[in-house]
């Protein structure tokens, strides 16, 4: 079974004939000719149906998985998803509506984030969207909304956990937090919430992103159900639903591993029969972004010149960070580290150079590769950026030095 487990080589992931990297079964050149102008996205549409399956596979069967559309809220592959998961985590009205497009009942959806406005809680209440709040504020405004417009709004209450989740490449839970309610505030909040008559759905405890370390999020989806058993005696009513937030990480840098899927369903195979013993009316939802998304997507430049300065070769070509943005190393790294990238039309030839590959900005930061050994290319040659398929097109400062936008495809 762990054989299975796509590994972090980028020339395993999508199939390569006559050196030319294959995406949704098509070859990159063709699919290139097809856009008709690079750079742009390509998505894999079959590489995120095996990574459901995959997850179905390894993750025990009453686990629903939710879609965190911020990764990639690509209509297409929303709605490609929208037909393998179970619900969806939006955190704005505009995801929002792009999720109440697809097949997915109202309900099935989950509004989280702070900050949420009079007329973007309006909306989603009428749509009958699960509101995650995020704090007692939230909470009012809420209720007096949904009595402004006579609804009973559908609440879930967003835990900031008295733990973190280790190794996280992003801490969103545990310490002071502008994310959730402080768990040793969520019993006030409950006993609030049961006199306003709110539909009191449960709660959404999310402790981190892009963590590799399967331990790590074994250890805090035990913490996560003690957490929530804990809370859940101040409910005013049965809890539904419990996100148990995701955090899978997916491989990006020379040295990552891919995680350990398997260990992570056996853990949470031996924690359910005591979640359903202390929870027998709750649903366990894992929610998940780049996990779904991120390695069935490839980002696709050309080169336009190739340069040598002091003895240094840089590529140089029509994409760079304002597309992608962590490929530059600008979206929360630390020390910079090369995303994996090759040459699509050539991935494969015996002659290779050290080469930087560089965008069109005139900004230093706007670096694809940096000294990575790589094919040999020329002008004309397609460079392809791989795991991009999520925090890509909209984590990148598109308008800066207003550069078309690049195009999307689902293959
Ligand atoms: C961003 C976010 C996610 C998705 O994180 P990934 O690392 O892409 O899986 C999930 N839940 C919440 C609440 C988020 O803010």
């Known amino acids: 079974m762990r054989d299975s487990l796509p590994k972090h080589a980028p020339f395993v992931q999508f199939p390569i004939r006559n050196d030319c990297l294959y995406i949704g079964g098509v070859a990159l050149t063709r699919l290139a ?17 095996e990574r459901i399956a995959l997850l179905r596979r390894h993750l025990p069967p009453e686990i629903l998985l939710h879609y965190a559309m911020k990764a990639n809220p690509m209509p297409a592959v929303v709605q490609h998803l929208a037909g393998l998961v179970d619900g969806m985590d939006v955190a704005s009205v505009g995801e929002m509506k792009i999720a109440l497009d697809t097949i997915l009942p109202p309900g099935s959806i989950s509004f989280a984030g702070p900050g949420k406005k009079m007329h973007e809680l309006s909306s989603a209440i009428a749509a009958g969207v699960v509101l995650n709040v995020e704090s007692a504020q939230e909470l009012e405004l ?55 008559g709110l539909d009191f759905v449960g709660f959404h405890i999310f402790s981190g ?17 003690e957490l929530a058993v804990r809370v859940a005696e101040h409910a005013p009513s ?75 070769v840089f590529l140089v070509t029509d994409g760079g960070l304002h597309h992608h943005l962590a490929a530059s190393g600008n979206f929360g790294q630390v020390v910079r580290k090369n ?32 000294q990575m050994q790589i094919t040999k290319a020329s002008v004309g040659d397609l460079v392809v950026v791989l795991q991009s398929g999520a925090y890509g097109l909209t984590a990148s400062p598109t308008a800066f030095l ?10």
Not at 34 to 40: A, D, E, L
Not at 209 to 225: C, D, P, V
Not at 353 to 368: A, H, K, M, Q, W
Not at 402 to 411: A, C, F, G, S, W
């Open 142 to 196: 809420i209720a007096q909304t949904g009595e402004s417009l006579g609804i009973t709004p559908k609440v879930a209450i967003r835990v900031n956990p008295d733990f973190e989740l280790r190794s996280s490449g992003m801490k969103m839970g545990g310490g002071s937090k502008p994310f959730g309610v402080d768990a040793e505030r969520v019993p006030d909040m409950l006993m609030r919430l049961g006199a306003m």
């Open 209 to 225: 992103s892009q963590n590799l370390n399967a331990a790590a999020i074994g250890e805090a989806h035990a913490k996560t159900f």
């Open 339 to 370: 995303y994996p990238v090759i040459i699509g039309n050539k991935v494969q030839s015996a002659e290779k150079e050290i080469v930087s590959i560089v965008g069109p900005l005139c900004t230093p930061l706007d670096i694809l590769a940096e």
């Open 238 to 312: 049965a809890v539904r639903l419990l996100n148990i937030g995701g955090g899978f990480g997916v491989p990006y840098f020379p040295g990552n591993q891919a995680l350990d899927l398997p260990a992570i369903g056996e853990n949470l195979q031996r924690l359910m029969p005591e979640v359903k013993r202390q929870l027998p009316d709750t649903r366990i939802a894992i929610e998940l972004g780049r996990y779904m998304v991120a390695e069935a997507g490839i980002y696709v430049c050309r080169i336009l010149e190739r340069k040598l300065s002091r003895e240094q």
């Open 33 to 49: 000719q097809r856009v008709g102008t690079t750079p742009f996205y390509a998505y894999d549409r079959q590489k995120i149906t």
């Open 402 to 411: 207003n550069h078309p936008v690049p195009m999307e495809v689902l293959v």
